[in-house]
């Protein structure tokens, strides 16, 4: 708590902002609901975008698996939200070991979207159809809230206006008796406008485990998920605004045994103050309430609880401010500061799953704080055909009052741990440039460094996959990330695009899984991860045709002198991802899409001892427009019904979503 008065500063920046705003004629007011334009060097780190158009056809109508269009995204596992336990849902980039914890910063309308305690993404509260735009940049990020994006950064921002109708509405029904039922509501507001919107979808769920591994005990993955979100943009004066954004969200899973559920749930709110004048700002505030609980079944028979995570309460505060001052027409300057402040506990309690009475054997408690407080400064030269882009971050961090605690059933305290409090001071930075031949050829080169903070749960929480019980580690160090890359983009006709970047990524102290023992797994910084390889992507449309495709090759390895893993490929760490969709999709009239993703084989352990085997599924979507605004739409999902694993621990397997046929309507008017 030793900083949280200047989180608390930070966080009234906004209102500070706007407290005595000038009076200002109130003609010719632009709103956009969008943030400040990209700075021109943006593109010398290889950005891949994702359109509105993209985000509303896709054939599961979520964010996870649409992402997965940019080759070299994953999550820790191949699920979706669908069938995932929610911690597990980590995103990361460039094949640098998985993690259930993100390595990647996935932002919200600047807002860090991570849950405090756990970091994984609330994928299932992030509906496509309320997005304008995702931004994927693969390597260390340096601007705001850069202290997270060791992999990486994934931008989204909420859609505007003009992409928004009056009223929307759609309603789906899905294999399994999943349905999924969303409508916004937009109306303009003096000069700005507010937009509601809500999601419900639920399903019985498919079987996760094998066939030959079932047991009486075994249930589909039945989920029943809804969000809620309410934005609101209101103008100020002709160039600046405020923007305020509010999402509600619950989500229910069952995963593979009978009573083995679990429940996410969160509360947010952020509010931004945008200045496009001479002296440009963007100032934002934001707090975020989440909980998590989870029932672990025994996998052996009678198949009784083990574990009850009944209750893991965390808080995120935070905000920041951005400047851009006006040094003429040939610089564009970035100056600021953000803050992150995360505490959360964990309540648990164990259960003797042999014993038919199923009695408790220990009640367990552990939690924490941390704060990450940043200044960051960047800049962009524009000189003639070249850009030159150059940023550097201080952080200060501080992870203090961390515990566990572990009381038996007869009350008396088995473990008491409290664990020093830990600050230093972290230094980033990155550099880049962009040479622009002709207008068909562009060269670009970038370096950049980076650094993520343990979790609260990484340092803190053990937890079981039965039957492996991986321990927490309230030691372990800062992740730190040095990298380089070199690409080049061509467009050699109008409308057509091909990239391509080759990298070197070197994460010192990553954080992994290690077996120590038989069934026994601890989170442990290792040396590094190295990873090197080379992305393609293309982009192009030729009449009513359109195409996307995306390949990444990453050669990862451990470096860890001394350990049985030396050398090996890391956990969750594919060499080969591919993604390609291509459209039919005139102006008006029936639409058609495809689209095929392929990855690799991976491992699920450190040793290489358990394998997933490699996947390849095809995706479809078609759409006919009947009039009046509606639209019949056919969705379908691994249609040729490939077999996915997603798990395997000792050859104790999870699958992936087996083909899935949707059918529905949308309205738009």
């Known amino acids: 708590m030793r900083y949280l008065p200047l989180s608390i500063a930070l966080a009234a ?5 706007f407290a005595q705003p000038q009076a200002e004629p109130q003609t010719n007011i632009t709103v956009t609901g969008a943030g400040l334009p990209l700075p021109p060097g ?23 698996n649409v992402l997965g269009d940019v080759a070299g995204f994953q999550q820790f ?46 994928f299932s509260a992030l509906v496509p159809d309320r997005l304008s735009v995702v931004r994927v940049t693969r390597g260390g990020g340096v601007g705001a809230f850069g202290a997270g994006a060791v992999a990486g950064t994934i931008e989204l921002a909420s859609a505007t206006r003009d992409q928004l109708p009056t009223f929307a509405a759609s309603a789906f029904y899905g294999s399994k008796d999943a349905t999924e039922l969303a409508a916004t509501l937009t109306p303009d507001l003096g000069g700005g406008y507010v937009s509601l919107s809500g999601r419900w979808d639920r399903g019985d769920g498919f079987q996760t485990t094998p066939r030959d591994q079932r ?41 593979r045994f009978r009573g083995a559920d679990s429940m996410s749930e969160g509360q947010d709110a952020s509010i931004r103050y945008i200045s496009r004048g001479a002296w440009q700002v963007d100032a934002l505030a934001y707090i ?14 009678p198949f009784r609880k083990s574990l009850d995570q009944r209750n893991t309460p965390s808080t995120g505060i935070g905000g920041k401010i951005e400047l851009r001052p006006p040094v ?67 952080d200060h961090w501080r992870i203090s009052d961390g515990f566990y605690r572990q009381v038996g059933a007869d009350g008396i305290v088995t473990v008491n741990e409290d664990f020093g409090n830990r600050s230093d001071w972290q230094f980033s930075g990155r550099a880049g440039a962009l040479f ?74 990553a954080i992994a899984n290690v077996t120590t023992g038989l069934n026994l797994r601890q989170r442990q910084n290792v040396d590094a991860v190295i990873a090197k390889g080379v992305e393609l992507t293309a982009s192009g449309r030729i009449s009513d045709f359109l195409l996307s495709a995306s390949y990444a090759y990453s050669h990862s390895k451990v ?39 392929y990855v690799s084989k991976q491992y699920e352990d450190d040793l290489q001892s358990d394998v997933l085997p490699d996947a390849l599924t095809v995706d479809a979507v078609a759409s006919l427009p009947l009039g009046h605004g509606v639209t019949l739409v056919a969705r379908g999902e691994n249609l040729f019904d490939e077999e996915v694993v997603t798990r395997n621990a000792r050859g104790s397997m999870d699958l992936g979503t087996p083909r899935t046929i949707w059918i529905g309507f949308r309205f738009a008017r």
């Open 13 to 17: 920046a906004p209102g500070m902002a």
């Open 288 to 301: 975020q309430s989440r909980n998590f609980s989870n029932i672990v079944i025994s996998s052996n028979a």
């Open 328 to 394: 003429g027409p040939d610089h564009v300057l970035r100056i600021g500061a953000d803050t992150r402040f995360a505490t959360g506990d964990m309540f648990e309690t164990a259960y003797n799953a042999g014993d038919p009475a199923n009695p408790v054997t220990a009640r367990r408690r552990a939690g924490g704080e941390q704060i990450t407080t940043g200044f960051f400064a960047e800049d962009d030269w524009t000189i003639g055909s070249l850009i030159l882009t150059g940023g550097v971050r201080a």
């Open 42 to 64: 943006t593109p010398a780190y290889g950005s891949a975008m994702i359109d509105h158009d993209r985000l509303t056809n896709s054939a599961s109508g979520r964010i996870e």
């Open 436 to 509: 622009q031949i002709s207008e068909a050829l562009a060269l670009r080169a970038a370096g950049y460094t980076g650094f993520r903070l343990p979790t609260l749960n990484e340092l803190y929480r053990p937890f079981v996959v039965f039957p492996i019980r991986t321990e927490a580690n309230a030691a372990l160090s800062p992740e730190k990330l040095k990298g380089v890359e070199a690409g080049v983009d061509f467009t050699p006709l109008p409308g057509l695009m091909l990239a391509a970047t080759a990298f070197y990524n070197k994460l010192d102290n």
């Open 77 to 122: 596992r191949r699920s979706d939200s669908r069938s995932a336990n929610p911690s597990a849902q980590g995103a990361t980039l460039r094949a640098l070991g998985g993690n259930a914890s993100s390595r990647t910063l996935l932002l919200l309308d600047g807002v860090p979207m991570a849950d405090p305690f756990f970091g994984y993404i609330p």
């Open 559 to 597: 470096r860890a002198p001394g350990e049985a893993f030396n050398g090996l490929t890391p956990a969750q760490s594919p060499r080969h991802a591919a993604s390609a969709t291509l459209a039919w999709r005139p102006e008006q009239g029936p639409a058609l899409s495809a689209t095929l993703r």
């Open 215 to 255: 047991v009486a005990a075994t249930v589909p993955a039945a989920y029943d998920g809804w969000s809620a979100n309410l934005r609101a943009v209101a103008p100020l004066s002709a160039t600046s605004e405020l923007q305020f954004r509010a999402t509600v969200f619950h989500d229910d899973r069952t995963l």
